[in-house]
T-cell receptor
Framework: GAGVSQSPRYKVAKRGQDVALRCDPI?????LFWYQQALGQGPEFLTY????????KSGLPSDRFFAERPEGSVSTLKIQRTQQEDSAVYLC?????????????FGNGTRLTVT | AQSVAQPEDQVNVAEGNPLTVKCTYS??????LFWYVQYPNRGLQFLLK??????LVKGSYGFEAEFNKSQTSFHLKKPSALVSDSALYFC?????????????FGKGNQVVVIP
């Protein structure tokens, strides 16, 4: 079946521009996560949704980062006034329930380059 | 906070030899432990998990991992490595103790299987 889909696959933004990254989770998945993966590093947690509720946004690095999931399916991660340090791969993941023992299903990520 | 250490940057092994990728963790409460693999320009793929029960867990593609509570370790193993196992491997941990559902990842280990 279809996995987690992220778009665009690559995004180049000039410093100061706003960007929006889209995630289509697996249909019916309750939980949705955003992670940031810098080059040569492991994924770092950004935020977590359970259906449409954003239950944890403590990983967002600044108030320039904003995420939403208004209907409990598709999610958008928005970065305002991008900075060079925002360059990274942004990974979206979903899982079918809220259980701590459920593995996450990851998309292929959006590689953001800020010039 | 929960955390994971993967002490080696790169693991080199000859094809057909046993493969071990090390992971130690730090959490309060009972750990939920996971291994993921990442191929170039792809998202993370789930390999296996430990939740409770038997300390030796078996996963996809012939991988297994051994949970050792006293050493707080969860090393990934494969009896006979294949060239196609060359990839980036991430260990991750969750704990219900913290009241959040985030998965904390290690920095990853690059595995190179030499033909």
């Amino acid at each position: 079946g279809a996995g987690v889909s992220q778009s665009p696959r690559y995004k180049v933004a000039k410093r100061g521009q706003d960007v929006a990254l889209r995630c289509d989770p697996i249909s019916g998945h309750v939980s949705l996560f955003w992670y940031q993966q810098a080059l040569g590093q492991g994924p770092e947690f950004l935020t977590y949704f359970q259906n449409e509720a954003q239950l944890d946004k403590s990983g967002l690095p600044s108030d320039r980062f904003f995420a939403e999931r208004p209907e409990g399916s598709v999610s958008t991660l928005k970065i305002q006034r991008t900075q060079q340090e925002d360059s990274a791969v942004y990974l979206c993941a979903s899982s079918p329930d809220r259980d701590y023992n459920s593995p996450l299903h990851f998309g292929n990520g959006t590689r953001l380059t800020v010039t | 906070a929960q955390s994971v250490a993967q002490p080696e940057d790169q693991v080199n092994v000859a094809e057909g030899n046993p493969l071990t990728v090390k992971c130690t963790y730090s959490v309060s409460g009972n750990p939920y432990l996971f291994w993921y693999v990442q191929y170039p320009n792809r998202g993370l793929q789930f390999l296996l998990k430990y939740i409770t029960g038997d300390n030796l867990v078996k996963g996809s593609y012939g991988f297994e991992a051994e949970f050792n509570k006293s050493q707080t370790s969860f090393h990934l193993k494969k009896p006979s490595a294949l060239v196609s196992d060359s990839a980036l491997y991430f260990c991750a941990v969750r704990s219900f103790f913290y009241g959040n559902n985030r998965l904390a990842f290690g920095k990853g280990n690059q595995v190179v299987v030499i033909p």
